[in-house]
């Protein structure tokens, strides 16, 4: 029986492909090869995962499409950003409340903390989940089955606090967080995130950036009133403690470049197109 898991290698296998074969834009039907599927058959988990076609999924991954995306982006942002940064943030249809730790709970690194997690699957491969009960803690994934390094990313921000395998503790958050109408209580989904005042506000703009666009380091840098901190933006946004809620995948270079992941490039590519395929979906007459 197939998994979520099993479908993403063989998506970032194809994500892979591409890439290195780019500039002779290989056919769908080498790309199914590659991944030892039939046309048909790639298709199928195509449209299984990620709701849309291989070729419109490959068309999301280029740079015109990245640029395109910038500037029809750019409208959308500015609602977003016009509606201020306090209170709950939109994220696709989860509203997400964030809880910054104390000064001194910032300084213990944790102690005193109790962190539940769990190893889950997700539509982007074996994730990780950290949960304490003043909310999500951290979300991380895993890479060629290296559990331990994941956690240690994670024991890492925490250093003083207690952690507990619990998968019961962790597994009810999945749906809301994977699922496309995952917050069907409507209440907000809180996350306790440990970092500096200005990490913190990075993190807050990210919130507001909608699922299905874009933007890039200079306008969050010039959206915080610090057109000049471009550097220090970026170093916020890899030291996300909650990938996918706080969506720091969604920022991109201001060329169209897609740059780098903390999770890794080919995921971030592959949650860009995955989402772009459910605006698609959402936009579409059928849509619920």
């Known amino acids: 029986m197939r998994t979520q898991v099993d479908d993403y290698a063989r998506i970032e296998k194809a994500i892979h492909f591409v890439e290195e ?20 058959h790639f298709q199928r988990l195509f449209k299984r995962w990620a709701g849309i076609s291989p070729k419109q999924f490959v068309q999301f991954l280029t740079l015109d499409h990245a640029r395109k995306q910038l500037t ?27 809880e910054a730790v104390s000064p001194g709970e910032f300084k213990n690194r944790g102690a005193g903390l109790k ?26 994934f895993v890479s060629s089955g290296r ?8 024991r890492k921000r925490w250093m003083n606090a207690t952690f507990t395998e619990d998968l019961q503790a962790t597994r009810p958050y999945l ?21 500096t005042n200005f990490q913190l506000k990075v993190w807050e703009a990210l919130l507001r950036i909608p699922s299905g666009s874009v933007t890039c380091y200079e306008d969050i840098a010039g959206r915080l009133g610090k057109p000049k901190a ?40 592959a949650m860009l197109a995955w989402e772009a395929g459910q605006a698609r979906l959402d936009e579409s007459p059928s849509a619920p």
């Open 21 to 40: 074969n780019f500039h002779r834009r290989p056919s769908l039907d080498e790309i199914a090869r590659v991944v030892s599927l039939s046309p048909y």
């Open 147 to 154: 559990r331990a390094r994941t956690l240690a990313d994670l």
């Open 72 to 98: 029809d982006s750019r409208n959308v942002l500015d609602a977003a950003f016009d509606s201020g940064l306090s209170g709950p943030s939109r994220l696709h249809d989860l509203f997400v409340s964030i």
């Open 230 to 269: 471009v550097r220090a933006v970026g170093g916020a946004v890899a030291r996300n403690p909650v990938a996918f809620l706080i969506p720091c995948h969604r920022v991109i270079r201001k060329m169209g470049v897609f740059g780098e992941y903390h999770w890794g490039g080919v995921r971030k590519k």
């Open 175 to 195: 749906r809301r967080i994977f699922g496309r109408n995952g917050n069907g209580h409507g209440k907000p989904l809180p996350l306790l995130l440990r970092g």
């Open 115 to 140: 962190i539940s997690y769990g190893f889950h699957p997700s539509p982007f491969g074996e994730c990780m989940l950290a949960v304490t009960e003043r909310g999500v803690c951290g979300l991380g």
